[in-house]
């Protein structure tokens, strides 16, 4: 591993011919909470003056990709949508390509499940924002829908006990398909310290319903 600072420049050169591609992080690279880090917008300008394609990639959950394109042209970085890429752009493309025709049951934030309907695809439960506590009422809120063929599982700040048992209760079925999307066990959210990751919670499902998931991170 090398330092690209510290290399002659004959080397960085050359090192900069060998691709035409450049994937870009953009929290913590282009911006601290959709706040540009200084310097980033014109890097960016210099790696496309030299003829290189420039695609930006994220986990983040909770935007659509027309306002992620919408915030990089507000801090000078044009792009276009085709070169964002989120995870539920990953799990639209693996549904669409297995052909996939069941009803989805989805633990992930509205933006998640906007994209899926907007996709054509149907998302059959809702899941669980009260449950009554007593038996009766855990066994009707965990009960199973045939209809349901997937299990897509998000990044979620309302993710529930009930809502994860119910994915639980959905992929104990063979015919169930299981895919997870962003894999972050930690993420950084500033001064604020660090928020529960997507990973802690298809761990859990996982763990419980001895299934592996379909990764669709990027």
Known sequence: MKNLAE???????EFIKSFDHVLCDLDGVIWT???????AP????????????VHYVSNNSTIQI????????????????????????????????IKFDRD?????????KNALRKSGFIIGDEG???????????ITCISDNK?????????????????????????KRGDCIFVAGS????????SHGILIGNTSTYVIVQLYCRKMPISLKV
Do not use: W
């Open 7 to 13: 290399v002659p420049k004959s080397e960085q050169v």
């Open 33 to 39: 909470q959709y706040k540009p880090i200084p310097g």
């Open 42 to 53: 014109e890097c960016i300008d210099s790696i496309k003056r030299l003829g290189k394609r």
């Open 66 to 97: 027309e306002n992620l394109k919408k915030i990089l042209d507000s801090i000078g970085i044009k792009t276009d949508v085709e070169d964002i890429i989120i995870p539920i752009i990953a799990i639209i493309d693996y549904l669409k390509r």
């Open 104 to 112: 989805l049951y989805v633990i992930g934030m509205t933006e998640i």
């Open 128 to 138: 669980i924002s009260h449950c009554e506590e007593s038996i009766p009422s855990m």
């Open 147 to 171: 209809n349901i063929g997937g299990v897509i599982i998000e990044f979620d700040i309302n993710v529930n006990f009930m809502n994860i048992q119910k994915a639980i209760t959905y992929l």
């Open 183 to 190: 894999s972050d066990a930690r993420l950084p959210f500033g």
